[in-house]
């Protein structure tokens, strides 16, 4: 199938099944205190001694400002994301259904961005984001994130968060509000997927050696980094912990990292087969728990 087939297919899908987060979304309901806001054993405390410590109340108020911190942080990867797209489309052919698509899948990532702050103040959480020198060092985005890297960077984040999302749409544990963001993002992302594993898988055999190996580390670097500010150390101080004690214990919890390994079992095999991961990043790799071996 050419470019020009899977874009136009998935500009038809575009059109039969979108949705408006503003009108297909609830947002006068009061969120259940009863509820979590994901599920508890993914997140990153779970089953150490500081999770063990919190009552029932406190454990479902952590779980609350960590999906906070990860939702902000899918909000933040779809803006560089959108600017990445938006390059792609400034060098296009606006009659192109390739430029068309890049076009439908902004428009996309601008209502789920929308959705994701809207869902982040319905919860009354905190703002949380990247650390400082992140945000600062994402300027360098425009720079770097070009091609197989802006792809293999947006696979990463996309069917990462995209197992972590699927995985919580029938659990009835959570909020509705929770299931039905993930349920739209969910839906509209599988198309960004098919794309960007296309253009990866197109661009991939054109480069060279030294530029295969620039965005094999771009993609290491990516990983790394993503997967390390999924949650903010600052969440942990909405239930009384030490930041610092926090993060602590999560990056060396055996199930949180099972976790994040678990979020990029469907990716990793593919980036891996189109050359993307190389075996020299293994330390950046392994601090992103999504490589094990």
């Not at 309901?29 to 009552?55: F, H, K």
């Not at 899918?74 to 296009?92: D, S, T």
């Not at 544990?173 to 299931?179: A, F, I, K, S, V």
């Not at 960004?192 to 993609?219: G, I, M, N």
Request: hydrophobic residues 40%.
């Amino acid at each position: 199938m050419t470019v020009t087939d899977t874009s136009s297919r998935l500009l038809k899908a575009s059109a039969r099944r979108s949705y408006d987060p503003e009108v297909d979304i609830d947002w006068e309901a009061v969120p259940d205190e009863e509820r979590w806001w994901m599920q508890p054993e993914r997140t990153s405390l779970y089953g150490t001694d500081l999770w063990e410590g919190l009552d029932a109340q406190q454990q479902r108020e952590l779980v609350k400002h960590e999906t906070a911190s990860i939702v902000h942080m899918g909000w933040w990867f779809e803006v560089l994301l959108m600017q990445g797209l938006l390059r792609e489309v400034y060098a296009g052919d606006p009659r192109s259904p390739r430029t068309q698509f890049l076009l439908t899948e902004v428009g996309d990532e601008c209502r789920h961005s929308t959705m994701f702050g809207r869902a982040m103040a319905t919860a009354g959480a905190d703002r949380y984001g990247p650390p400082p020198l992140v945000n600062r060092l994402a300027r360098l985005a425009n720079v770097v994130l070009r091609g197989p890297s802006l792809y293999a960077g947006a696979l990463l984040v996309e069917e990462t968060l995209d197992r972590w999302q699927r995985d919580s749409m029938g659990d009835e544990r959570l909020q509705p509000l929770t299931r039905m963001v993930n349920r739209i993002h969910v839906t509209e992302e599988a198309r960004h997927v098919t794309f960007a594993r296309d253009e990866l898988a197109r661009a991939v055999p054109r480069l060279s050696k030294a530029e295969r190996r620039w965005h094999q580390f771009v993609t290491a670097q990516n990983a790394y980094i993503s997967m390390r500010c999924l949650v903010n150390p600052q969440v942990y101080a909405s239930v009384g912990i030490d930041p610092s004690a926090g993060r602590k214990a999560a990056m060396s919890n055996p199930r949180y990292h099972d976790t994040i390994a678990w979020m990029g079992e469907k990716v990793m095999p593919f980036l891996d087969e189109q050359g993307m991961v190389n075996r020299r990043d293994r330390k950046l790799w392994r601090g992103s728990f999504l490589l094990r071996d």
